[in-house]
């Protein structure tokens, strides 16, 4: 079946790199995205990785795919207070299917 | 407006009620999806058309829930019976296409309290 998970919460200092995990079960997915949600705002699209890579980097965004695993990781480089967000990893067949979403709180 | 839009924001409904949710797309976008997000939780797929028709509805979770995109543009959700446990944020979002290549753009929801 289908089931993306990830740990529930990050705290971070400002300035320093956050890592947020996910992890999948369907094999099949083509494409494994990052969102992003802020209070009162509709979901974000912050990145995207296709499966045949190993890692995409964009500006202060990096994701790492380890498809044997089924692992996916997004880091953030000098996280910001703006960065504090609610984070979901999705993977797509057909339709998303998101994870439970980590909510990083960035501090000063 | 440019992005999805979704009406209305608010809704607040006593149990039993019959609820409308409506979601207008980004205009040329053949896909729609419909998610429905509990506090806490990440969005849960519920049902998503391409076109007109419902491609994948296996997300429903009942038959108080009904979609229907009569001219492949605007949809709505539909509940019937209301339940408390059907409070939640309701989530539409639209795509150029279905599929693993389309990126969704979602609305910010229409947050449904069911008393």
């Known amino acids: 079946g289908e089931d993306v998970e990830q740990s529930l919460f990050l705290s971070v200092r400002e300035g320093d790199s956050s890592v947020i995990n996910c992890t999948y079960t369907d094999s099949s997915s083509t494409y494994l995205y990052w969102y992003k949600q802020e209070p009162g705002a509709g979901l974000q699209l912050l990145t995207y990785?296709?499966?045949?890579?190993d890692m995409k980097q964009d500006q202060r965004l990096t994701v790492l795919l380890n498809k044997k695993d089924k692992h996916l990781s997004l880091r953030i480089a000098d996280t910001q207070t703006g960065d504090s967000a609610i984070y979901f990893c999705a993977e797509n067949t057909d339709k998303l299917i998101f994870g439970t979403g980590t909510r990083l709180q960035v501090f000063p | 407006g440019a992005g999805v839009s979704q009406t209305p924001s608010n809704k607040v409904t006593e149990k039993g009620k019959y609820v409308e949710l409506r979601c207008d797309p980004i205009?040329?976008?053949?896909?729609l999806y419909w998610y429905r997000q509990s506090l806490g939780q990440g969005p849960e797929f519920l049902i998503y058309?391409?076109?007109?028709?419902?491609?994948?509805d296996s997300g429903l979770p009942n038959d108080r829930f009904f979609a229907v995109r009569p001219e492949g543009s605007v949809s709505t959700l539909k509940i019937q019976r209301t339940e408390r446990g059907d409070s939640a944020v309701y989530l539409c979002a639209s795509s150029l296409t279905s599929g693993a290549t389309g990126e969704l753009f979602f609305g910010e929801g229409s947050r449904l309290t069911v008393l």
């Open positions: 058309f391409q076109g007109t028709g419902a491609a994948d």
């Open positions: 990785i296709f499966s045949n890579m």
């Open positions: 205009s040329g976008h053949t896909a």
